[in-house]
């Protein structure tokens, strides 16, 4: 079994920063693209910013310049360094990942966390 745990939520006032962390774990034999997403109350999920094994990186436009995502591969684990947060910043935040188990190594699955909440008043 593999799971992704996110820890680093909560509330902060506009401006502050937060980090979040989501590290995987279980029967992993590799992990390709590892991810953040975000769903605010009546809203559709979407694409922070993902993270491939060897660095590439893409941002959502709401995230560029404020958001950095990382990744420790020895850990399995992904941050997301939020920065100047804004009240639509809202939301619940999914951490994602494309894991091959031992059980199956030449497929990928993707697998998400339990999410989140990242509140931002202002």
């Known amino acids: 079994q593999v799971q992704l745990v996110e820890s680093g939520g909560g509330w902060m006032q506009a401006g502050g920063s937060l980090r979040l962390s989501c590290a995987a774990s279980g029967s992993i034999f590799r992990i390709s693209t590892m991810g953040w997403h975000r769903q605010a109350p009546g809203k559709q999920r979407e694409l922070v910013a993902d993270?491939?094994?060897?660095?590439?990186?893409r941002y959502a436009d709401s995230a560029k310049g404020r958001f950095t995502i990382s990744r420790d591969n020895a850990k399995n684990t992904v941050y997301l360094q939020m920065n100047s947060l804004k009240p639509e910043d809202t939301a619940v935040y999914y951490c994602n990942a494309d894991i091959a188990s031992y059980g199956s190594i030449w497929r990928y699955q993707n697998y998400w966390g339990q999410g989140t909440q990242v509140t931002v008043s202002s």
């Open positions: 993270i491939t094994s060897v660095g590439s990186i």
